[in-house]
């Protein structure tokens, strides 16, 4: 949508045309299929039907980065899937979000002090934006934080760039580790 | 055959290569020395009356205060029955081992009589850092020729199952966290 983003001042009435656009984010964050170890389990039983997740319209499993809007990083990222979780996360087009799944993503988990090759914390690699706490989390706090996330597309608006310019500054492709 | 049968076999056929014998465990083991490994392992592979043809692992244990490192083969003989009910049975069942010390870790493959040694010793060298030379999958670095790395990346820096294994507290400009010190940002 960068078409759009940034065209118009702060002051200007784009109220509809916002609640259409994050109407539209809102209801169909298609998550990457990312499943990096245990937590990925119950990643997926969110996607069955027991929970259900697409009727948040968050069903759509991608099995590319370049067709979702989602990464829920499930599982514990070690230092060499790290490179990888960056670069996936590079390919995603905008918007794009992503969810830490569970402790390891968090902080480390079960690996915060004595896990040599585990990342402390996805957000040490790529910018997140929604917290699931849990090891691992059970698929209804899962959805709580989907429905977090849409809560947080809501407030979006096509008048601002949301963090973007300030998240690239951070996480540029080259200067980030890659 | 009982693993002190077989420990008589190879005294008879090795004698001095033979460093030593423990049957006094749930575990008992053959101990020989690292130079003449393989010369051995084709023994007990081929020799009719053993044929311990499965390697099941490869264990190393690292011995700090001995400055020394054992690597143990577990192998049995599996062969096909003729009873119905039960397709394979296990007769011989032996573990070798093989000490080598901690700062020349060198041992000759074995890859090459069993096929299952090849991962097993990739992931020896790869975690405690003991160098299996002639093996099939080797590369050459700033370390010398060692079986390429099976877990952790090609770059990484030291053997992480050693004793005295430091943590790393940076990755490609990721930081770090251990029991005592931290390079992570504190917010
Ligand atoms: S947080 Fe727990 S369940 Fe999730 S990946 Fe880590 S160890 Fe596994």
Redesign the interface.
């Known amino acids: 949508m960068s078409w759009i983003e940034n065209r118009f001042e702060e002051g200007m009435i784009i109220t509809s045309l916002d609640w259409a656009i994050n109407w539209g984010r809102t209801c169909s964050i298609w998550p990457m299929t990312f499943g990096l170890a245990c937590c990925a389990i119950e990643m997926m039983a969110i996607g069955a039907s027991r929970f259900d997740v697409d009727r948040f319209g968050a069903g759509a499993f991608r099995a590319s980065p370049r067709q979702a809007d989602l990464m829920i990083v499930a599982g514990t990222v070690t ?2 899937m ?2 990888r979780v960056k670069r996936l996360y590079n390919q995603m087009p905008e918007p794009k979000y992503v969810m830490a799944m569970g402790a390891c993503t968090i902080g ?1 988990g079960p690996y ?3 896990g ?2 585990v ?3 996805v957000d ?2 790529v910018p997140v934006d929604i917290y699931v706490p849990g090891c691992p989390p059970r698929p209804e706090a899962l959805i709580e934080g989907l429905m977090r996330l849409q809560d947080k597309i809501r407030h979006q608006t096509v008048a601002r760039d949301r963090w973007n310019s300030v998240k690239d500054a951070a996480f540029s492709p080259a200067t ?3 | 055959m009982a693993p002190e049968e077989i420990a008589d076999l190879l005294k008879k056929q090795f004698s001095d290569k033979i460093a030593g014998f423990t049957f006094e465990t749930a575990h008992p083991r053959i101990e020989v020395r690292a130079d003449a490994w393989p010369e051995v392992a084709k023994f007990l592979r081929n020799d009719s009356r053993l044929q311990l043809n499965f390697l099941r692992c490869i264990t190393a244990v690292d011995m700090l205060e001995d400055e020394q490192f054992v690597v143990e083969y577990d192998l049995f003989s599996a062969r096909m029955s003729a009873k119905s009910g039960s397709p394979w049975t296990i007769t011989n069942e032996v573990a070798i081992a093989v000490k080598v010390p901690r700062n020349s870790a060198t041992i000759p493959t074995v890859a090459h009589v069993w096929r299952a040694a090849d991962w097993h010793e990739r992931e020896a060298y790869d975690l405690m850092g003991i160098n299996f030379t002639g093996h099939p999958d080797s590369v050459t670095d700033h370390d010398g020729t060692h079986p390429r790395r099976i877990l ?2 090609d770059d990484w820096v030291g053997h ?1 199952l050693q004793k005295d ?1 430091k ?2 507290m940076e ?9 005592h010190e ?1 390079t ?1 940002p504190i917010h």
Not at chain 2, 171 to 179: D, F, K, L, M, R
């Open positions: 230092y060499k790290a490179s480390g915060f002090k004595n040599y090759h990342v402390k914390g040490l690699v980030g580790a890659n | 952790c990346p992480a294994y943590f790393p990755y490609h400009g990721i930081p770090a966290v251990t029991e931290q992570r």
